[in-house]
């Protein structure tokens, strides 16, 4: 008989369902109303343009469960796909500077490029589903930075330029 634990954990990383990620999360923000200062953030993994292998997966998500602090919560919410909800955000550098240790210890450890995008709760009847909207849009645009930071990379390396190129990474992207 499965447990009903085991029905809200991601039977691969071992990291919560995207389904149990939003009732906790809905939960939370009820009774949190008025507070603000949580952080719904999404970070993706990319491993060049190919498929990630199912030891990267679990292993990016061993180190994000070993990284954030026991309050904090992950689930997995697609193939290469981690929601990170961080509590207890004391301003929007706070938060930003978080997930972007978070996300440079994940590279550091993997050979896994992560994006990352995310949205501030303002304690105002803010739900699960607004904050997700508004931190896929957040992905979304640093996704476009990233791309145009490639781009401009790739036109000073065939203008003679020929500084190392190591990675090209924009900071997480924080919605407003």
Excluded at 79 to 87: P, S, T
């Amino acid at each position: 008989m499965v447990s009903n634990r085991e029905k809200r954990l991601d039977r691969l990383t071992n990291t919560w369902t995207e389904a149990a990620a939003e009732v906790m999360i809905n939960e939370y923000l009820k009774e949190a109303e008025n507070w603000g200062g949580d952080g719904l953030f999404l970070l993706e993994a990319a491993n060049g343009g190919t498929k990630l292998p199912e030891a990267s997966v679990k292993q990016a998500a061993f180190l994000l469960q070993c990284t954030l602090r026991r309050t904090d919560l992950v689930a997995r919410v697609g193939e290469n796909c981690f929601l990170v909800f961080l509590l207890g955000c004391r301003s929007r550098e706070d938060a930003v500077s978080s997930m972007n240790s978070v996300r440079t210890s994940l590279e550091r450890e993997t050979d896994l490029h992560m994006t990352a995008g995310g949205a501030l709760t303002d304690g105002q009847g803010q739900t699960y589903d607004s904050l997700l909207k508004r931190a896929k849009a957040a992905l979304a645009r640093a996704k476009q930075e990233e791309k145009f930071l490639l781009q401009r990379c790739a036109e000073k390396w065939r203008r003679g330029t020929r500084k190392q190129i190591l990675r090209i990474r924009s900071a997480p992207y924080l919605s407003t």
